[in-house]
C-alpha cells in the first residue's frame, strides 16, 4: 500500500474515524485513501474554518480527534482561527496538512510556504512526515500527541511524495497516554486553604467541568464554604436539571471583581487565576486582589476528576450529597422581541440532552440565565475568542451525537465569518437549529468603544462597527445553501418556529430581528 493508504489504516486503527476536509492537489492520494477506507467518514466544507471549527466541537464531544484535510499552508493560515479557539480549549484534533513533494521543494512554488512555522502557534505537536516508509508511524504518533489529557491538537504535515510512494504496514492500536496525576503537595496545600477559615473560590477550568468533577466540587464546597465558579468562557459544561450550579465569572472586569470582592483565597482546578480578557486604561487586568493567596490544584494536563476525587477525602466531604439543579423551566417568552424574551422561549422547549453551541455575544446572556434549571444539555462557549465559532462547531457536535438535538445561538456578525457552515449542515442532513440574533451591528465593539474610553466618536467611527446597510438577509443566504430558514420579528412567531424546529429533524434557521 501507498503511504496515504497506510496512514489511514493507522488512524482509523486507533479511533480516528471522520476527516472535515477542504483539500488541494498536494492531497489527491490522502482524498483517493479516505474514498476507499471503510472506516473513515469525509464531510467536506467550503472552507477551511469550517473544518477546523468542526473538528472542534466533535472533539469536544466526542472526547477523541477527528482529523483535517487542509492544503499546504494557505489552508492552514484559513483554518487557524478556529484552531486557535480549540487550543485554548484542548480539543483533540489531527491536522492532515498537504506540502510540496519533497523533491519539488526547491523550486519555491508558488504555494510554498513555511507551514512548520504557521503550524507552531496553533499546535500542541508538529512534525513533518521525511518519506513514505515513515508515515504510518507518525500517524500514530499523531494520535497519541491528540490524546494527550486533555486533548491537544496534532499537525502532521505530509510531503505528497510520501503519500504516493510506496510505505510499510499500518500501525494497530495503540495504548492511550496515561494522564498525570495532581502532586501530594497540590492536595494537601488545597485542604489547608480550604479548612483556614478565610473565603475562598474554586475556579474550575476545561478539564474540572464533567459533571462527575463538578459534583465532587459541590461536596468540597458543602463542606469547606467554599464558593464554586467556572471560567467565563467553557470547553464544555453540563447545565440544567441534575447538574450541580457552578457559577460563570463574568466577562466584564467590574462583574467579575465584584463576584469575587471578599475573597482571600483562590484555589484554581484545570485552569489559571482569573483575569481580564482585555486591559482598559487605568484598571487592573487581574480579578483578585494583589494580596489574595493563589494555588493550582492541577494544571490543564493533569487528571482534574482525580484530583477532586483526593481531595473530598482531604477535608471529609465524603458524606456529602451532590446539590443537584432541579427542573424549573422559566416559561415562554412574550412581548417585545429582546434577548431575554428569547431566551426564556429557547430554555422552556429545549429538549433534554441537547447541545448548545453558543457564540451570541452580547445577545447571549438572556438565554445563558434562563437555562440554568430546564432540560439537562451541555453548553460549549468560544474559549478562545476568535470570531467564526459557532456555526462550525455546531457540525462538529452533530457529527459527533447524531441522537441529540444541536441548537446554535449566533450573532449575525459572527456568522458571517463562517457562513459556508449552513451548506455542510444541510449536505449531511445534520439536526441542527441555529438561531441568528439579526441587530445588525457588532454590538460588543460599541460597547466596548466606550469602556476603553475612546473619544471623538463620529458616524465615520460608528459605520466601522454597523453591518446594517446592506442588511444582512439570512433567510435568503440559508435557503440559498440548502438549509430551510424563517423569520421572526416577534417574540410568538419565534416561539411558533423554534418549536416546530425542536420536534423535527434536519437543519434549520431561525433568523430573530432585534429592534
Known amino acids: 500500500m501507498n503511504g496515504a493508504e497506510s496512514m489511514l489504516e493507522t488512524l482509523v486503527n486507533n479511533g480516528v474515524e471522520v476527516c472535515f476536509t477542504n483539500p488541494g492537489t498536494s492531497e489527491m492520494h490522502m482524498v483517493a485513501a479516505i474514498g476507499k477506507s471503510q472506516g473513515m467518514r469525509s464531510i467536506l466544507a467550503l472552507f477551511e474554518g469550517v473544518c477546523t471549527g468542526a473538528a472542534d466541537g466533535y472533539g469536544r464531544m466526542a472526547d477523541k480527534p477527528a482529523c483535517t484535510l ?3 499552508g494557505p489552508g492552514l493560515s484559513n483554518g487557524s482561527a478556529n484552531l486557535h479557539n480549540a487550543k485554548k480549549a484542548n480539543t483533540p484534533i489531527i491536522n492532515l496538512i ?6 519539488h521543494k526547491q523550486y519555491d512554488a508558488p504555494l510554498t510556504s513555511d507551514i512548520v512555522g504557521l503550524s507552531g502557534p496553533i499546535s500542541h505537536w508538529v512534525k ?15 494520535v497519541a500527541a491528540a490524546n494527550t489529557h486533555p486533548g491537544q ?4 504535515i505530509v510531503p505528497a511524495d510520501c503519500a504516493w510512494n510506496d510505505s510499510v504496514a499500518a500501525v494497530p492500536k495503540q495504548t492511550r497516554p496515561a494522564t498525570p496525576l495532581a502532586t501530594d503537595d497540590a492536595i494537601i496545600t488545597a485542604a ?10 474554586i475556579l474550575l477550568g476545561n478539564p474540572a467541568l464533567t459533571q462527575a468533577a463538578q459534583e465532587m466540587a459541590d461536596k468540597i464546597a458543602q463542606t469547606t464554604g467554599a464558593r464554586l465558579f467556572c471560567d467565563t468562557f467553557s470547553k464544555r459544561v453540563p447545565r440544567g436539571a441534575g447538574r450541580c450550579d457552578v457559577q460563570r465569572l463574568g466577562y466584564f472586569a467590574e462583574q467579575a471583581t465584584e463576584q469575587i470582592s471578599e475573597v482571600e483565597q483562590f484555589i484554581m482546578v484545570g485552569t489559571k487565576a482569573p483575569i481580564a480578557f482585555f486591559a482598559y486604561p ?25 484530583a477532586l476525587q483526593r481531595l473530598v ?10 446539590r443537584l439543579i432541579q427542573l424549573n423551566k422559566p416559561g415562554a417568552g412574550s412581548g417585545a422581541v429582546n434577548q431575554f424574551s428569547i431566551g426564556a422561549s429557547f430554555a422552556e422547549y429545549l429538549p433534554a440532552n441537547a447541545i448548545v453551541v453558543e457564540e451570541a455575544a452580547t445577545s447571549g446572556a438572556g438565554s445563558f440565565a434562563a437555562s ?9 462557549s468560544l474559549t478562545g475568542g476568535s470570531i467564526g465559532f459557532g456555526l462550525p462547531t455546531a457540525i462538529g457536535a452533530a457529527v459527533a451525537c447524531p441522537d441529540r438535538k444541536v441548537v446554535c445561538l449566533h450573532g449575525d456578525g459572527g456568522a458571517m465569518y463562517t457562513i459556508q457552515s449552513l451548506w455542510t449542515m444541510a449536505r449531511e442532513n445534520l439536526d441542527i437549529c441555529v438561531v441568528i440574533f439579526a441587530n445588525r451591528k457588532y454590538q460588543i465593539l460599541q460597547i466596548e468603544l466606550a469602556r476603553v474610553g475612546a473619544e471623538n466618536v463620529n458616524k465615520k467611527t460608528l459605520d466601522m462597527l454597523d453591518i446594517g446597510n446592506p442588511d444582512l438577509d439570512f433567510v435568503a443566504m440559508s435557503t440559498g445553501m440548502g438549509v430551510k430558514a424563517t423569520r421572526a420579528e416577534t417574540t410568538e412567531e419565534f416561539n411558533q418556529q423554534y418549536v416546530d424546529a425542536m420536534n423535527s429533524k434536519g437543519p434549520c434557521l431561525i433568523e430573530v430581528i432585534l429592534p
Open 70 to 72: 487542509l492544503h499546504l
Open 98 to 103: 498537504g506540502d510540496h513533494a519533497t523533491y
Open 128 to 142: 513533518t512526515v521525511a518519506c513514505a516508509e515513515d508515515l504510518p508511524a507518525d500517524a500514530a504518533e499523531a
Open 153 to 156: 491538537i496534532a499537525t502532521l
Open 192 to 201: 489547608e486553604m480550604l479548612t483556614n477559615g478565610k473565603p475562598t473560590v
Open 282 to 306: 487605568g484598571q487592573p487586568s487581574e480579578f483578585y486582589s494583589p494580596n489574595s493567596r493563589l494555588h493550582t490544584l492541577t494544571n490543564a494536563n493533569e487528571d482534574a476528576e482525580q
Open 313 to 322: 477525602a482531604a477535608v471529609s466531604a465524603e458524606h456529602c450529597q451532590p
Open 372 to 380: 440554568a434549571q430546564c432540560e439537562p444539555h451541555d453548553w460549549l
